[in-house]
């Protein structure tokens, strides 16, 4: 187990290492320094499918199987259907996913949803096969829209070939839930409100008691900020807003699965505190340089296990801004 720990925090840290390679949207309004470029692990020669192993495919839960890698693949797999949860990193990825599918489910009918507009989540739809039938909600269609081009400049640095026929696909768009049966289970797809991009969308499988969460939820990892003026306050509202279901299960993107409850209010703790100390910082008459550092050293005492994101910062930086 300490061994599973050790690799996934490893796989993690590159995972959010590659964040601090996004500046936001000009289109937002926040301007944000210039960083480097994304350092995805490399990929040996040869290989066209980037950072997905279906040989270590797991059965997570009575109905749901994960790819895990970058992103993890949730699968969801019912009597008469199945739910694929992201693309994986362009159109190869997909067609592991794909055939990994048809192994576990022949024949059935495929749905696809995708957590964000993000490339590693969304632009692989060329990889599924004809008949995937692909939902998504409005609000995210809409970011991918006015934000995909930046999005795709910076992955392809490093995934060129990967990524050269990025597909997003024209999906069937929903307001802010729609269920699916899937035939003995269900999954609910729905939009919670702004926290890791502004059309982040989990999935919920109630006869499972499980959740996925893409990146607004992390195991043992802080939150990556990047979309536009969304803020720690606004991704604690949307925490709140989803807490009740009381998963039992906790399936994020880039780290591993873990208890639902808890991941889910040690996020909510990690928020609160950022939010408060911020402002006791400030309050303390503490350039927004000098709140950074302080509070940035206090996160780091009251979560020692975490992998502190890069930017976990711009977190920070984004409370220390706004008005009291």
Known sequence: MAKTHLRWKHFCFLCLAMSVSFNSSSASGVLLPLLKAPTIPEVPAGKTVPLLDASKTEKLSAHIWMIPGYPNIPIIVGKK???????????????????????????????????????????????????????????????LNADKGRMLERFRIHNAEALSKADYGKPELFKNEKTLDLGDVHARIFWAGPAHTYGDTLVYVPEDRALVTGDVVQN???????????????????????????????????????????????????????????????????????????????????????????????????????KA
């Open 81 to 143: 259907a199945v739910l694929v949860v992201d693309t994986g990193l362009g159109n190869p990825a997909a067609h592991v996913i794909a055939e990994e599918v048809e192994r576990l489910a022949p024949g059935k009918p495929l749905y696809l949803t995708t957590t964000h507009f993000h490339p590693e989540h969304a632009a692989g739809f060329g990889g599924f096969p004809s008949g995937t039938k692909l939902l998504r909600p409005s609000i995210q269609e809409n970011e």
């Open 220 to 322: 043992l990892a802080t939150p990556t900020f990047l979309g536009g003026n969304i803020g720690p306050e606004e991704w604690l509202h949307t925490l709140q807003i989803f807490a009740p279901l009381k998963p039992k299960l906790v399936i994020p993107d880039h780290s591993p699965p873990g208890p639902g409850e808890k991941l889910i209010s040690d996020e909510e703790a990690f928020m609160m505190a950022l939010i408060t100390k911020t402002h006791e910082a400030k309050k303390s008459s503490l350039s927004e340089d000098d709140s950074v550092e302080k509070v940035t050293t206090a996160l780091h005492a009251q979560f020692p296990d975490w992998i502190m994101n890069p930017l976990t910062k711009d977190g920070i930086r984004r409370v220390w801004k706004r």
